[in-house]
């Protein structure tokens, strides 16, 4: 069976890949593509804490058990080829997600414990990188709505994301890795959702618009226009549609406004650490065995 797993990060889509997945999950479930939703998982992320103690990894049976319970079918649909899930907090809680030993310290260590579960099956894991300079500050105030200290990382200790793709290379040397970049997200959208799910590109899904239109709430003339191009032209192609997001979101009067850097950090440190984020996302796009969605040539 083909496993999907997205990982996160923290502070990225915020449970939207998950919510048009399921969604849409009896059209999903015809093209035998399983999306349980996260009442499913709590026996799943039992058998991962156990893993995470340095237990041995459940029997076969148990494993298997557990797949056939969490990929069940409904009623006339065939039976599931490919098991999708999202979980954020699988490589570690948003509060210790960075630190100068790096993005998710534990990803290397938890991401085997993936593999343990699922041994015997394709696995497949998706990532959305954000850049550090406005990851940092929203991941600072969870850790303050949780009680936390804040997060004090200079410019010099931020971490790299290009070992923290490495870290999961090394734990699961066989599993396929897709990465693509919180910001391109809002115009890649169907193509992350269909490489997460694998669904047939021509599928059209409920709600599928939901998210890149969030960012036109604040201007309703260019969210009508956006929702009428897409009821009238019914797009079959991710890049039809990759492209007519992209024009309709450069219309936006102004972004909004995101927090960044951490306090004390310069407007120098701001440019030179995006910069960084650029060549930490090229060098892992040339990774051996990764897949990175990029939004169309201009």
């Known amino acids: 069976m083909q496993i999907a797993f997205h990982l996160g990060a923290h502070a990225t889509d915020d449970g939207a890949i998950l919510k048009v997945l399921h969604q849409n ?29 340095g237990q041995p990894a459940p029997g076969a049976e148990d494993r298997d058990a557990l797949l056939n319970r969490l990929a069940r079918p409904p009623a006339q649909a065939p039976a599931a080829e490919r098991l999708v899930f999202s979980f ?24 085997r414990v993936l593999g343990d579960l699922f041994a015997g099956h394709q696995l497949e894991l998706f990532f959305c990188l954000r850049n550090p300079v406005t990851l940092l500050p929203a991941l600072d105030q969870r850790r303050r709505a949780k009680g936390g200290t804040p997060l004090t990382l200079s410019p010099q200790e ?13 734990a699961l040397p066989a599993a396929r890795l897709t990465f693509w970049c919180d910001e391109d997200a809002p115009v890649v959208w169907h193509r992350i ?30 969210l009508r226009d956006l929702r009428v191009w897409f009821e009238t032209r019914r797009p079959a192609s991710d890049l ?7 024009s309709h979101l450069a219309q936006l009067a102004s972004l909004p406004a995101v927090s960044a850097g951490l306090e004390g950090w310069s407007a120098g440190d701001i440019a030179r650490l995006t910069a960084l984020y650029d060549e930490d996302c090229a060098r892992i796009a040339r990774m051996p065995g990764v897949s990175f969605i990029l939004p169309p040539v201009a």
């Open 25 to 53: 999950r009896a059209m999903l479930a015809d093209q035998a593509i399983a999306v349980p939703g996260p009442e499913a998982y709590p026996d799943l992320l039992r058998m991962a804490a156990r893993g995470f103690a």
């Open 88 to 111: 954020e907090s699988f490589l570690g809680f948003a509060q210790d997600a960075a630190d100068p030993a790096g993005f998710y310290p534990m990803a290397e260590a938890r991401a």
């Open 158 to 170: 931020v971490p790299s994301w290009t070992e923290f793709a490495a870290a999961l290379r090394r």
């Open 193 to 222: 959702l269909r490489a997460v799910a694998g669904f047939d590109e021509a599928s059209e899904l409920q709600g599928a618009l939901d998210y890149p239109a969030a960012l036109l709430a604040a201007e309703p003339e260019a």
């Open 240 to 246: 039809e549609r990759a492209k007519a997001l992209r």
